[in-house]
């Protein structure tokens, strides 16, 4: 088989590759996996996008293998257990430099993994904040490009590699300190290897969704490249940075202000974008079931559950994927998100849940779904399943009043 086929790249395809010939493009995605970083370079190869040149972690090139593949995908090092001003202030005028030279780059603005699972709510700021300071040098040099323009790019996998580790993380309570995990799946490249081989075997295993362009204070642009105010109409977006004779003018607090709200408008495109899989929506609907069974612990306390505590009934998982199910499509039809849910049969959620349970066993040491009983019960790892079902945390489903 092809593996690559595996892999779904989708979005606005032509119009960004209209805009890349004329503005310079900032890719701006979630981070996931150490994966992440190939797997967007493959997006951009197959799209016919422009290379990009971007940070990537020392902790990637200790990987033999990945080491080869990142630096031939135009990644420089970064080393963020650096903390000295110095070292930050190099790293914001390389990028500056390069992007006011019409450098396409890309950036992760969550800065790194979400350990928890959860699409990122929040941005740092520091890179992404380069980008202004680009267009500035632009127009004031008479660079051509010199608009600048920022992609969302959302990533949603059915199995993620590192999933056991990233939970682990975020659960202890010295996870807030351990920026940069250097121990994990990731770690040994044996174990990527079985996990490409496997993960890459399932239809759709992984969904790459690049978003609208977005200009640097978070506005939506058409295909043309121009902002958009709130009633949709075009507009000359030179005038957030320069006085009425079109010189610019430099004001560091204020640019910070279109940082944020840029950020802001890159959060509200990820959770747009996100495709959500089988197993993202089996996870959630049992983690909201265990929460029922236990609604007086919290989540310490059911991640500790016994064997015997945290089993469901096939039945009461079915319907709850059923409640979920319609929920996503409904969300879908209203542009929340999207939906990569596939069912072709009369029980499209009994097909879900199987699914889900058949890739969920492909990788992971731990089941996160273990059928019991010939499948008419299901022992959970609640871990694994918080992880997983995190990546539709915010948008309400399954949250009716009657729950």
């Known amino acids: 088989f092809d593996p690559t086929s595996r892999i779904r790249v989708d979005g606005p395809i032509e119009e960004l590759l209209t805009l890349s010939k004329s503005h310079t493009l900032i890719l701006a995605p979630t981070h996931v996996s150490n994966l992440d970083s190939p797997l967007v370079g493959y997006a951009i190869y197959t799209t016919g996008l422009p290379p990009c040149i971007y940070g990537a972690g020392l902790n990637l090139f200790n990987n033999p293998a990945m080491s080869f593949f990142m630096g031939r995908l135009g990644a420089y090092t970064v080393d963020r257990r650096k903390k000295h001003r110095l070292y930050k202030d190099v790293l914001k005028d390389y990028s500056a430099s390069a992007l006011s030279r019409g450098q396409h780059s890309l950036f992760y603005p969550g800065g790194t993994r979400m350990r928890s699972g959860r699409i990122e709510d929040k941005v740092k700021k520091g890179l992404l904040g380069t980008g202004i300071t680009a267009w500035q040098d632009s127009i004031e040099n008479g660079r051509s490009p010199s608009e600048v323009l920022v992609v969302p790019c959302t990533l949603s996998y059915?199995?993620?590699?590192?999933?056991?580790?990233?939970?682990?993380?975020?659960l202890e309570e010295e996870g807030q300190s351990r920026y940069i995990i250097t121990d994990d799946e990731f770690s040994e490249p044996l174990t990527v290897a079985t996990f490409a081989r496997k993960v890459l075997q399932l239809d759709a295993s992984v969904h790459i969704r690049l978003g609208r362009a977005l200009d640097l204070v978070g506005n939506p642009v058409n295909a043309?490249?121009?902002?958009?105010?709130?009633?949709?109409?075009?507009f000359d977006r030179r005038r957030y940075v320069t006085d009425a004779d079109g010189r610019v003018r430099r004001d560091p607090q204020r640019d910070r202000v279109y940082t944020q709200h840029?950020?802001?408008?890159?959060?509200?495109?990820?959770?747009?974008?996100?495709?959500?899989?089988d197993t993202q929506l089996v996870a959630l609907a049992a983690w909201q079931l265990l929460v029922e069974l236990y609604p007086h612990m919290d989540t310490w306390q059911r991640v500790f559950l016994s064997p015997n505590q945290r089993v469901l009934d096939r039945p009461a998982l079915v319907s709850r994927v059923r409640l979920l199910h319609g929920e996503v499509e409904a969300a879908a039809a209203e542009g929340r998100l999207h939906s990569g849910l596939l069912s072709t049969g009369p029980q499209p959620e009994e097909e879900i849940l199987d699914r889900a349970v058949d890739r969920f066993g492909r990788f992971h040491s731990r089941h996160a779904l273990e059928p019991l009983d010939g499948g008419r019960a299901f022992r959970v790892d609640p871990r694994l399943i918080l992880y997983y079902g995190n990546r539709l945390a915010g948008y309400g489903l399954g949250e009716g009043e009657d729950r």
Do not use: M, N, Q
Not at 158 to 170: G, P, W
Not at 224 to 234: F, K, V
């Open 158 to 170: 059915t199995l993620v590699l590192e999933a056991e580790t990233l939970i682990e993380d975020a």
């Open 224 to 234: 043309d490249g121009h902002s958009l105010d709130p009633s949709g109409e075009p």
């Open 262 to 277: 840029l950020a802001r408008a890159l959060v509200s495109a990820w959770k747009r974008d996100h495709v959500v899989l």
